[in-house]
């Protein structure tokens, strides 16, 4: 499932908490995917505390607690970690990473806890999700097979890397244009592992982030930019993207387009996407400006002169994820809109 639809998944299942329908969820991926970015999303989208246990690093006594005498009796300490209504608040998520590399004496600890939200006197707080992520075994990492009642306790999705998806974040959290028009360019990029050959460096969402940072890091050292972004999205990769920022000094001229003066758009198809993104990256910082609408009619009416309209199709539905609904009170797309409508309907 694609991560736009798995966290409308993850935000009915935090809410279904308090009315008592809620089901822990297993999210299956490869790594650097962005399955515990995800979760970190939702808990942040709902101002809820985060309670991330690797299970992977544990024994089955830091789950289950440690026992002490008390009187005649035998009782557990209930280790801290776990949510507390009093301590982490009435409402949160409990997020087990790392499962399916927990070894099974681990993982049985924490049947109790998944299914019946407790162990031993310990109760999960009403309010808590508990969602869990682990890697498939085909995917080359520490990973043990889940036993069959641990599989049954949660709801199963699969992770599935998506561009459009990818993009959106891109842009949300400040990633280079550049980066950005790089995968658009080169979509298959965007997750490229291959588990027979284990490499070390591989392309991948998370990858491409360190590559924005290499970028920011080593904007003017020639020489060693390359080296760093092979570092980051391993050799194939990293001098593709070097050779496609190199390469866009022969951009046309994106001020004069956001000014609204009249920018044939470039022939190369790289050179295309890397202005489709660059418009779109300014179509977000200058959002709050008092000019915006305008900048962004003249980023629509530049969404019609690509060659090919698909091109333009693709600006505007980045902008649309981009800046939302306000896009739609821009005159100039209605006038986008109806020119490439049997575009849209096809």
């Known amino acids: 499932m ?9 935000d009915k299942e935090f809410l ?24 970190s999303q939702i808990a942040a989208r709902h101002n809820a505390p985060l309670i991330d246990i690797r299970l992977s690093q544990m024994e089955p006594s830091d789950l289950r607690g440690i026992p002490f005498r008390e009187g005649d009796r035998v009782e557990w300490a209930i280790p801290s970690m776990l949510p507390n209504e009093n301590t982490h608040g009435a409402n949160g998520i409990l997020f087990l990473d790392e499962i399916t590399s927990a070894p099974p004496s681990v993982s049985a600890a924490a049947y109790q806890l998944i299914l019946d939200r407790k162990l031993g006197d310990y109760e999960v707080p009403k309010g808590w999700a508990i969602f869990a ?25 699969d992770f599935e890397v998506n561009v459009d998806d990818w993009v959106a974040w891109a842009y949300k959290n400040d990633i280079d244009d550049r980066v950005i028009a790089f995968v658009r360019f080169r979509p298959e990029l965007l ?3 291959d588990p027979a050959h284990n490499p070390v460096a591989f392309p991948s969402p998370r990858s491409w ?14 020489e060693i930019r390359l080296g760093a972004l092979q570092a980051c999205v391993g050799p194939a990769a990293g001098i593709e993207l070097n050779a496609f920022i190199t390469n866009l000094d022969q951009l046309p001229d994106i001020d004069a387009i956001l000014k609204g ?8 198809i790289d050179l295309q996407y890397a202005v489709a993104s660059s418009l779109v990256g300014h179509a977000i910082r200058v ?60």
């Open 2 to 10: 694609r991560p736009a639809h798995l966290t409308t998944v993850l």
């Open 16 to 39: 279904s908490t308090l009315d008592g329908h809620h089901t822990p969820v297993m999210l299956w991926g490869a790594p650097g995917v962005g399955k515990s970015q995800i979760i």
């Open 133 to 157: 992520a682990g890697n498939r075994q085909g995917d080359r990492g520490v990973t043990y097979t889940m036993p069959a009642p641990l599989a049954n306790r949660f709801s199963h999705f």
């Open 191 to 193: 997750f490229e592992f």
């Open 209 to 222: 982030e360190f590559a924005h940072r290499a970028v920011q890091k080593f904007e003017h050292q020639h």
């Open 261 to 268: 003066e009249q920018v044939n758009a470039p022939t190369e």
């Open 287 to 346: 959002q709050e400006k008092e000019d915006a609408q305008v900048v962004h009619g003249h980023i629509l009416n530049y969404a019609s002169v690509f060659p090919q309209r698909e091109m333009g199709v693709m600006l505007v539905s980045d902008m649309h994820r981009a800046i939302g609904n306000d896009i739609f009170a821009v005159p100039e797309f209605a006038q986008w809109s109806n020119a490439i409508a049997d575009v849209l309907l096809y």
